[in-house]
């Protein structure tokens, strides 16, 4: 019922700027959220933060709180994270997630690679 695909993610040099995209698309039902994660292989995947499907309501994990951006157009097809001031260590496979439910994200793209380098 929820598909979501993500867009946007590339190589870019220490302290530049990208910006990624999850094109959301819900073909019944609602969602309660649309949340960003990342990876690195041989690590946990880490939760980045989410914007609330009904009010808007956005909320970020310290890891990225001041560099990163959640955004979502008004027509609620596109959710953007902006990341700014990127450093080696956000290099990573970047997902958005969604759920019917604060509970769960059953829904996940197919992630976009963001690689940064010194």
């Known amino acids: 019922q929820v598909h979501l695909e993500e867009s946007g993610g590339g190589l870019v040099q220490a302290g530049g700027s990208l910006r990624l995209s999850c094109a959301v698309s819900?073909?019944?039902?609602?969602?309660?959220?649309v949340s960003w994660f990342r990876q690195v292989p041989g690590k946990e995947r880490e939760f980045l933060g989410h914007?609330?499907?009904?009010?808007?309501?956005?909320y970020y994990t310290d890891s990225i709180k001041g560099r990163f951006t959640i955004s979502r157009d008004n027509a609620k097809t596109t959710v953007s994270l902006q990341m700014n001031r990127l450093q080696p260590a956000d290099t990573a496979l970047y997902s958005c997630a969604a759920g019917e439910t604060l509970r769960q994200s059953p829904y996940w793209g197919q992630g976009t690679q963001v690689t940064v380098s010194s």
């Open positions: 914007i609330l499907w009904d009010t808007g309501s956005i």
């Open positions: 819900i073909r019944a039902g609602t969602i309660a959220r």
